[in-house]
């Protein structure tokens, strides 16, 4: 069984200052890590994931995060907020292999920019 | 193209009353998820179908709740005797069998039961 903790429930930054929410992990076994946005009353949108390769995950909207292994962590980062990043973030886990895939997410980390 | 649509957007119903969900998936994906987001609780899995396969119904929380989808593509979750824990955001998402492992979600539908 996989567990997701994003450690901030809520994060206010200022606009163009930049932003790191967390996202640690916990699996007996490897997994594949997304984040998801989502922008009030809409659904959840892929911001990027990490499946293998390069630790350093680049994503849309100038997001990007970076898979700690000895840390078991996933913190998703951004140099400088616009105010249209006002969301709440999600972070997920799914492990490789055969099966439903089913994503196990975090509690979310809602994102508020103040101008 | 058009994305995953969910009906409908909004559901009020009374304690004990059944409703039903319905989920449009993107053409062509052969896998459809159903998640509910509740306060306090995050997001949580419910049901996977996948093909013709048999689905998935480990995340179902009671044999109240129950899923189909016909002809490989509609799905609709059913909430019988509902009661006002069951008051959710239910989120649709679909992926194609030969994806990334990239889940595609709807808009939700918010039910408040009362």
């Known amino acids: 069984a996989q567990s997701v903790t994003q450690l901030d429930s809520q994060v206010p930054v200022f606009e163009e200052a930049p932003v790191e929410l967390r996202c640690n992990y916990s699996s007996s076994v490897s997994v594949y890590l997304f984040w998801y946005v989502q922008y009030p009353n809409q659904g959840l949108q892929l911001l990027l994931k990490?499946?293998?390769?390069?630790?350093l995950v680049k994503g849309i909207n100038g997001f990007e995060a970076e898979f700690n292994k000895s840390q078991t962590s996933f913190h998703l980062r951004k140099p400088s907020v616009h105010i249209s990043d006002t969301a709440e973030y999600f972070c997920a886990v799914t492990p490789p292999g055969a099966g439903s895939y089913q994503l196990t997410f975090g509690k979310g980390t809602k994102l508020s920019v103040i101008p | 193209g058009a994305g995953v649509s969910q009906s409908p957007s909004n559901k009020v119903t009374e304690k004990g009353k059944d409703v039903e969900l319905r989920c449009d998936p993107i053409s062509g994906h052969t896998a459809l998820y159903w998640y509910r987001q509740s306060l306090g609780q995050g997001l949580e899995f419910l049901i996977y179908f996948q093909g013709n396969s048999a689905p998935d119904k480990s995340g179902l929380p009671s044999d109240r709740f129950s899923a189909e989808r016909t002809g490989g593509s509609v799905s609709t979750l059913t909430i019988q005797r509902t009661q006002q824990e069951d008051s959710a955001v239910y989120l649709c998402?679909?992926?194609?069998?030969?994806?990334?492992?990239?889940?595609?979600f709807g808009p939700g539908t918010r039910l408040t039961v009362t």
């Open positions: 990490y499946l293998s390769g390069s630790t």
């Open positions: 998402a679909s992926k194609s069998s030969d994806s990334s492992y990239e889940q595609y």
